[in-house]
């Protein structure tokens, strides 16, 4: 059973559109929900994360929306440009121990 | 920003034989981590390390697998005797906080056992 579930494997958006990512969870006990951006070749790198006591993170054109009563969260990517073309990871953690990660959506932006 | 760096990129052994990847992590960071990635799948977290001692580990974490640090040099994941399953993308990662604060990843070393 997955704990953290992304609903799409893959996203296409125009260039100046907004990517929207979702992404849901299992354990109602985690409290860390990092957004990690990945590049074919190389290893994930933190986007942008939340903690459970939040709704709302924005980070630029990153913003990650959070309900923890529905357990799930949003990436949402403002004006998309051709190089956020990547694989979003979400991932969740509860009470500092380890990342369990979702098993991410590939954006790609088209100009 | 900060550069965790990974030993091979690229590793092919034969099945039953030892493997070692090393991890050079983040200067001043204290807690490291081994994630596996099968292609296509999501990233798995194997282990982490604090102190010297393997703090948590998920069941991926076979017994034929081990980490240590030694001396403040490398980080590294051993697997002895490896088997076909262990063919994956392994990632280390370190964290200057601990499991909640943001956790830097190198580039993954690609394993492939024949």
């Known amino acids: 059973q997955q704990q953290v579930r992304q609903s799409s494997q893959s996203l296409t958006v125009w260039e100046g559109e907004t990517a929207i990512l979702n992404c849901s969870y299992e354990?109602?006990?985690?409290?860390?929900f990092p957004w990690y951006q990945q590049f074919p070749g190389e290893g994930p790198a933190l986007l942008i994360a939340?903690?459970?006591?939040?709704d709302k993170k924005e980070d630029g054109r990153f913003t990650i929306f959070f309900n923890k009563r529905e357990k799930n969260l949003s990436l949402h990517i403002k004006d998309s440009q051709p190089g956020d073309s990547a694989t979003y990871f979400c991932?969740?953690?509860?009470?500092?121990?380890?990342?369990?990660f979702g098993t991410g959506t590939t954006v790609s932006v088209s100009p | 920003g900060p550069k965790v760096l990974q030993i091979p990129s690229h590793q092919i052994i034969d099945m039953g034989q030892m493997v070692t990847l090393n991890c050079d992590p983040v200067?001043?960071?204290?807690?490291f981590y081994w994630y596996k990635q099968i292609l296509g799948q999501q990233m798995e977290f194997l282990v982490n390390?604090?102190?010297?001692?393997?703090?948590?580990k998920s069941k991926l974490f076979k017994d034929q697998f081990s980490v240590e640090r030694p001396d403040g040099s490398y980080f590294t994941l051993k697997i002895q005797p490896t088997a076909l399953e262990d063919s994956a993308v392994y990632f280390c990662?370190?964290?200057?906080?601990?499991?909640?604060?943001?956790?830097?990843f190198g580039p993954g070393t690609r394993l492939t056992v024949l």
């Open positions: 390390f604090y102190n010297g001692k393997v703090m948590e």
């Open positions: 200067s001043n960071h204290l807690y």
């Open positions: 991932a969740a953690s509860q009470g500092g121990r380890a990342l369990i």
């Open positions: 354990n109602s006990a985690f409290d860390y």
């Open positions: 939340i903690r459970s006591v939040s």
């Open positions: 990662a370190s964290s200057s906080t601990g499991g909640a604060g943001e956790q830097y």
